[in-house]
């Protein structure tokens, strides 16, 4: 491997954005005649015999932001290509050096930015279910007249416990990438080693590699505190983090590769978090393993380790996060708005599980780890039925409740909207027992009151985590109940009615899932004042439930 | 030739005598004014004004309104003291302020009201009382009157006997009529207090108790609730088919019983008059219904044998084949004379048919 050679600074130093505070050191503002272009293309799709990756794209449109915000490309230079065809991206890439080759012959310089995140086989990229060779990539990328070009590749396919991205285990995918990209003004970064797969993860919703290269780039990978992160310093910190990470997973440690052929001198800086508009500073006393996490988006936004002594900017977008402490067996939790600096006194603590089947060493989990955003419940309910003033009126008509339960069930759909926090709708049905009223004097003369309640309700449910697989819950809904009432009556008539009213209902439960499936069971309250008389009662259909319920997450 | 049967004496006994009479202790049939005949109540009589047929909590579960200024409706339970002494009184009703409605106690139901229960405005509220009996009754009319020009909807009155109404002055019946159950308590508004084997019993006449030319006979029933009234009665005035406890009573001369024997026991048999005796050897018979129902027993019966003017029960005892009466109404449990089913003793809750048997006070054309 060839690092990036000292001649290369003079040409790095004028990434600078103008508006950089370097730091320690002023950064250089760059040169009005350097144009700036990147190609970011995420594909998911799967060819031949591989399974559709999950979070290519996200994680180009992830690195477009990046670009955007910290590494000095205006929005309008940075072409998202999201799921292309050969050919869409042939035409991006002639399109680009069409560009190129007008600034220079106005005699402006430029650079490029190529990143590329999908499936790969040896010969080439897969987009979708055609592949573009690598020889016509390489060509088409060397036949863009800029003074430099990076070029990032991630190249993954899923595999059984990760991700995994690379199609063919044997394929020497980075080195067929050095071999053919090997250029005066090159610089090519691979996710992983000619031998090894590359790995998408669940937990962080991308793979391990761009993640960690978007972390450093945020701020993290900043080595020498200057405000800006290197290519050099970007590589070193991906390299780091994704061996660490996925050194314990089923495919194995991945080694992330650099090689650069650049003329001139100094580092060549691919971003600026201390000129980001909004950072989060992890302040000089934090210790410890430290993950950020979007409390919007429910997404890992960076993860680093962080020592003590020097306090550290993560450069990152405005908005609420959480950031999650690990040091030796206690997990912090502790909120921040970015911009801001971590309030340690806000932290609280919180039990740890470690999953040790994956994840890596070091890596935090929640205590309570459904990975599931969206859940089905069916529960099934029964109880006696709750009495009032209608059910004491009907006593006093003579009526006698029969002596089976109320039963019934309810179907809920659940969506998580942050943290431990679900909400949805509850569609339910629960029979009511019978009222019956012996005519006296008669023989097997009698009155029959039938009834049902229906609802339809929002539900929110907060659901923490006990241990790995066993959480509780307790859950709000209300809404409209809908009850149906039928007396026959002594003339043999069957006089049925139906009436609206409010309905709610709250419940508390414990939940066991095993991947998908789950169980619950718990208690449940409910009324829904929708079974009204003639004469003014209203019944609030419902009572105490015992609930027993399926779960499906999704 | 149609023989009569026997009658058991025990059974039409604890028939008429109403031991437990109630439905699983409730005391009044249809409580809830929910059987109704057309526009009618089935087992409540509309006695003054009107009643319609509304509905209460729900539209199948009716009630009943008392239309007008006036207006009364009525119920006969044959509940007596063995059932028990104290009586539960459930009520729901929607009574405005402009509306005096009562609930009437007529022990005895010979119509002298011994207690006036006012119910109170209301608008669906339940409402409970309890009310105690003294001494031996038999048979109570329930009574409800409405005055005044409002709103008034009952809607459940159920009469139950409970044990013991502690901390209540109890009601005292009226003396009671004659036909009915007695007790040094009681007492007799006529006649005397008979003891008898189901205890006593108010009569109008002993043996010795009539003039000349009157004998103490059976008379003409005043109450399903009640026994015959056992009255002084010209002798032979009572026609061939009627009730009779001695042969004097008869225009015939033969007060006929069948194989059984007269007794003065309350539901305790009676004959009726006719012109033969059982087992008499002129083909002595009677038309015959079933059960223990005939009319009265003549010569020939069913041989179209009759001569004219001579007695017959059935157009087929005569020659003629016409016979000259009235048709016979009687009550199937005891025959005694009736018009419809509400002149019977009650079974439970229910009046025991009436049906026509033979030909009262007939002659061959």
Same mark, same amino acid.
């Given at each position: 491997?060839?690092?990036?050679?000292?001649?290369?600074?003079?040409?790095?130093?004028?990434?600078?954005?103008?508006?950089?505070?370097?730091?320690?050191?002023?950064?250089?503002?760059?040169?009005?005649?350097?144009? !700036?272009?990147?190609?970011?293309?995420?594909?998911?799709?799967?060819? $031949?015999?591989?399974?559709?990756?999950? *979070?290519?794209?996200?994680?180009? /449109?992830?690195?477009?932001?990046?670009?955007?915000?910290?590494?000095? *490309?205006?929005?309008?230079?940075?072409?998202?290509?999201?799921?292309?065809?050969?050919?869409?991206?042939?035409?991006?890439?002639?399109?680009?050096?069409?560009?190129?080759?007008?600034?220079?012959?106005?005699?402006?310089?430029?650079?490029?930015?190529?990143?590329?995140?999908?499936?790969?086989?040896?010969?080439?990229?897969?987009?979708?279910?055609?592949?573009?060779?690598?020889?016509?990539?390489?060509?088409?990328?060397?036949?863009?007249?800029?003074?430099?070009?990076?070029?990032?590749?991630?190249?993954?396919?899923?595999?059984?416990?990760?991700?995994?991205?690379?199609?063919?285990?044997?394929?020497?995918?980075?080195?067929?990438?050095?071999?053919?990209?090997?250029?005066?003004?090159?610089?090519?970064?691979?996710?992983?080693?000619?031998?090894?797969?590359?790995?998408?993860?669940?937990?962080?919703?991308?793979?391990?590699?761009?993640?960690?290269?978007?972390?450093?780039?945020?701020?993290?990978?900043?080595?020498?505190?200057?405000?800006?992160?290197?290519?050099?310093?970007?590589? /070193? *910190?991906?390299?780091?983090?994704?061996?660490?990470?996925?050194?314990?997973?089923?495919?194995?440690?991945?080694?992330?590769?650099?090689?650069?052929?650049?003329?001139?001198?100094?580092?060549?800086?691919?971003?600026?978090?201390?000129?980001?508009?909004?950072?989060?500073?992890? $302040?000089?006393?934090?210790?410890?393993?430290?993950?950020?996490?979007?409390?919007?988006?429910?997404?890992?936004?960076?993860?680093?380790?962080?020592?003590?002594?020097?306090?550290?900017?993560?450069?990152?977008?405005?908005?609420?996060?959480?950031?999650?402490? /690990?040091?030796?067996?206690?997990?912090?939790?502790?909120?921040?708005?970015?911009?801001?600096?971590?309030?340690?006194?806000?932290?609280?603590?919180?039990?740890?599980?470690?999953?040790?089947?994956?994840?890596?060493?070091?890596?935090?989990?929640? $205590?309570?780890?459904?990975?599931?955003?969206?859940?089905?419940?069916?529960?099934?309910?029964?109880?006696?039925?709750?009495?009032?003033?209608?059910?004491?009126?009907?006593?006093?008509?003579?009526?006698?409740?029969?002596?089976?339960?109320?039963?019934?069930?309810?179907? !809920?759909?659940?969506?998580?909207?942050?943290?431990?926090?679900?909400?949805?709708?509850?569609?339910?049905?629960?029979?009511?027992?019978?009222?019956?009223?012996?005519?006296?004097? !008669?023989?097997?003369?009698?009155?029959?009151?039938?009834?049902?309640?229906?609802?339809?309700?929002?539900?929110?449910?907060?659901?923490?985590?006990?241990?790995?697989?066993?959480?509780?819950?307790?859950?709000?809904?209300?809404?409209?109940?809908?009850?149906?009432?039928?007396?026959?009556?002594?003339?043999?008539? !069957?006089?049925?009615?139906?009436?609206?009213?409010?309905?709610?209902?709250?419940?508390?439960?414990?939940?066991?899932?095993?991947?998908?499936?789950?169980?619950?069971?718990?208690?449940?309250?409910?009324?829904? *004042?929708?079974?009204?008389?003639?004469?003014?009662?209203?019944?609030?259909?419902?009572?105490?439930?015992?609930?027993?319920?399926?779960?499906?997450?999704? | 030739?149609?023989?009569?049967?026997?009658?058991?004496?025990?059974?039409?006994?604890?028939?008429?005598?109403?031991?437990?009479?109630? =439905?699983?202790?409730?005391?009044?049939?249809?409580?809830?004014?929910?059987?109704?005949? &057309?526009?009618?109540?089935?087992?409540?009589?509309?006695?003054?004004?009107?009643?319609?047929?509304?509905?209460?909590?729900?539209?199948?579960?009716?009630?009943?309104?008392?239309?007008?200024?006036?207006?009364?409706?009525?119920?006969?339970?044959?509940?007596?003291?063995?059932?028990?002494?104290?009586?539960?009184?459930?009520?729901?009703?929607?009574?405005?302020?402009?509306?005096?409605?009562?609930?009437?106690?007529?022990?005895?139901?010979?119509?002298?009201?011994?207690?006036?229960?006012?119910?109170?405005?209301?608008?669906?509220?339940?409402?409970?009382?309890?009310?105690?009996?003294?001494?031996?009754?038999?048979?109570?009319?329930?009574?409800?009157?409405?005055?005044?020009?409002?709103?008034?909807?009952?809607?459940?009155?159920?009469?139950?006997?409970?044990?013991?109404?502690?901390?209540?002055?109890?009601?005292?019946? %009226?003396?009671?009529?004659?036909?009915?159950?007695?007790?040094?308590?009681?007492?007799?508004?006529?006649?005397?207090?008979?003891?008898?084997?189901?205890?006593?019993?108010?009569?109008?006449?002993?043996?010795?108790?009539?003039?000349?030319?009157?004998?103490?006979?059976? #008379?003409?029933?005043?109450?399903?609730?009640?026994?015959?009234?056992?009255?002084?009665?010209?002798?032979?005035?009572?026609?061939?088919?009627?009730?009779?406890?001695?042969?004097?009573?008869?225009? #015939?001369?033969?007060?006929?019983?069948?194989?059984?024997?007269?007794?003065?026991?309350? &539901?305790?048999?009676?004959?009726?008059?006719?012109?033969?005796?059982? &087992?008499?050897?002129?083909?002595?018979?009677?038309?015959?219904?079933?059960?223990?129902?005939?009319?009265?027993?003549? @010569?020939?019966?069913?041989?179209?044998?009759?001569?004219?003017?001579?007695?017959?029960?059935?157009? %087929? =005892?005569?020659?003629?084949?016409?016979?000259?009466?009235?048709?016979?109404?009687? @009550?199937?449990?005891? &025959?005694?004379?009736?018009?419809?089913?509400?002149?019977?003793?009650?079974?439970?809750?229910?009046?025991?048919?009436? #049906?026509?048997?033979?030909?009262?006070?007939?002659?061959?054309?």
């Amino acid at each position: 491997m060839r690092l990036l050679p000292l001649a290369a600074l003079a040409l790095a130093a004028s990434w600078a954005p103008a508006h950089a505070e370097p730091v320690p050191a002023p950064a250089p503002a760059p040169a009005p005649a350097i144009a !700036t272009y990147a190609i970011v293309v995420g594909s998911n799709a799967g060819g $031949p015999g591989q399974t559709d990756l999950r *979070y290519a794209e996200d994680d180009a /449109r992830r690195v477009a932001a990046v670009l955007t915000e910290l590494g000095g *490309y205006p929005p309008e230079a940075v072409d998202v290509v999201v799921h292309p065809t050969p050919d869409q991206l042939r035409d991006r890439l002639a399109k680009l050096a069409d560009r190129v080759r007008a600034d220079a012959a106005a005699g402006r310089q430029a650079r490029v930015f190529f990143y590329y995140s999908g499936h790969a086989r040896a010969q080439g990229i897969d987009l979708g279910a055609t592949e573009l060779p690598l020889t016509e990539l390489r060509e088409r990328l060397f036949a863009i007249p800029a003074a430099l070009t990076v070029v990032v590749l991630d190249a993954c396919q899923s595999g059984a416990f990760s991700r995994i991205k690379g199609a063919q285990a044997a394929a020497d995918f980075s080195f067929s990438s050095r071999q053919h990209l090997d250029a005066t003004g090159v610089a090519v970064l691979a996710s992983s080693s000619g031998s090894e797969l590359s790995q998408e993860s669940e937990q962080l919703k991308g793979s391990y590699f761009t993640h960690n290269l978007l972390v450093g780039l945020r701020g993290a990978g900043d080595a020498n505190g200057d405000g800006q992160v290197s290519i050099d310093e970007a590589y /070193r *910190y991906a390299y780091h983090q994704t061996l660490l990470e996925t050194a314990e997973t089923a495919v194995g440690g991945q080694h992330v590769t650099f090689e650069a052929d650049l003329k001139g001198h100094g580092e060549v800086p691919l971003s600026y978090p201390r000129a980001a508009t909004a950072q989060i500073v992890l $302040p000089a006393s934090l210790e410890g393993k430290t993950l950020v996490e979007d409390r919007r988006a429910h997404a890992v936004a960076a993860e680093i380790y962080k020592a003590k002594g020097t306090a550290v900017r993560i450069a990152i977008a405005p908005g609420d996060y959480d950031v999650l402490v /690990r040091d030796g067996h206690s997990l912090s939790r502790c909120p921040v708005t970015a911009p801001g600096e971590l309030d340690l006194a806000r932290c609280r603590r919180e039990a740890l599980v470690v999953e040790t089947a994956k994840g890596g060493p070091g890596a935090l989990q929640e $205590p309570w780890q459904d990975p599931h955003r969206y859940m089905a419940v069916l529960d099934l309910l029964v109880g006696p039925e709750h009495h009032d003033g209608y059910t004491d009126n009907l006593a006093a008509f003579g009526y006698n409740e029969d002596l089976a339960p109320s039963g019934g069930f309810a179907l !809920t759909g659940l969506r998580q909207i942050y943290d431990r926090l679900w909400i949805g709708a509850t569609a339910g049905w629960a029979s009511i027992p019978s009222w019956k009223h012996d005519i006296v004097g !008669t023989q097997n003369l009698a009155q029959q009151l039938d009834w049902s309640v229906a609802e339809v309700m929002a539900t929110m449910r907060i659901e923490q985590g006990w241990w790995s697989w066993l959480a509780y819950f307790g859950q709000l809904s209300a809404g409209l109940g809908i009850g149906h009432s039928a007396l026959e009556g002594a003339d043999h008539m !069957t006089y049925a009615s139906t009436n609206f009213g409010p309905a709610f209902a709250a419940a508390i439960g414990l939940r066991v899932h095993f991947g998908h499936a789950g169980f619950a069971a718990g208690w449940q309250y409910d009324g829904a *004042y929708a079974v009204k008389d003639l004469i003014g009662n209203t019944h609030a259909a419902g009572g105490n439930r015992l609930v027993l319920g399926f779960s499906w997450g999704f | 030739m149609r023989i009569p049967r026997i009658p058991t004496l025990v059974l039409v006994a604890a028939a008429v005598s109403q031991m437990g009479a109630t =439905d699983c202790g409730n005391a009044l049939r249809d409580p809830g004014f929910d059987l109704w005949c &057309g526009d009618q109540m089935c087992a409540w009589k509309v006695e003054r004004g009107e009643a319609h047929k509304v509905p209460t909590w729900n539209a199948g579960d009716p009630g009943v309104e008392l239309v007008g200024s006036d207006v009364a409706i009525e119920q006969v339970s044959p509940v007596d003291s063995g059932d028990g002494a104290c009586i539960e009184f459930d009520l729901i009703a929607d009574v405005d302020e402009s509306s005096q409605v009562a609930l009437n106690i007529d022990v005895f139901g010979d119509g002298s009201v011994e207690h006036v229960q006012p119910i109170p405005t209301s608008a669906w509220t339940p409402l409970k009382f309890e009310l105690p009996i003294q001494g031996s009754y038999r048979g109570i009319r329930f009574e409800i009157t409405k005055r005044g020009t409002g709103h008034a909807v009952l809607a459940q009155i159920g009469a139950k006997i409970v044990d013991g109404c502690a901390a209540f002055s109890p009601i005292v019946p %009226a003396p009671a009529p004659l036909g009915a159950p007695c007790d040094d308590t009681t007492g007799c508004a006529d006649g005397t207090c008979q003891q008898t084997f189901f205890g006593g019993l108010c009569v109008g006449c002993t043996e010795s108790s009539c003039a000349a030319n009157q004998v103490c006979g059976a #008379s003409d029933p005043t109450s399903p609730l009640r026994e015959l009234p056992r009255v002084c009665e010209p002798t032979g005035s009572r026609e061939l088919g009627e009730q009779c406890l001695h042969d004097g009573e008869c225009g #015939s001369g033969i007060c006929n019983f069948g194989f059984a024997q007269p007794t003065l026991e309350p &539901g305790g048999e009676y004959g009726n008059c006719s012109a033969c005796r059982a &087992g008499d050897a002129c083909g002595c018979g009677a038309a015959w219904t079933g059960g223990d129902l005939h009319g009265p027993f003549v @010569c020939g019966a069913a041989l179209h044998a009759g001569v004219p003017g001579s007695g017959c029960g059935d157009a %087929a =005892d005569c020659a003629s084949g016409a016979c000259q009466g009235t048709a016979r109404l009687q @009550c199937d449990v005891d &025959g005694r004379a009736c018009a419809t089913a509400a002149d019977c003793p009650f079974d439970g809750l229910h009046n025991t048919p009436c #049906s026509t048997v033979g030909i009262q006070g007939g002659s061959c054309e």
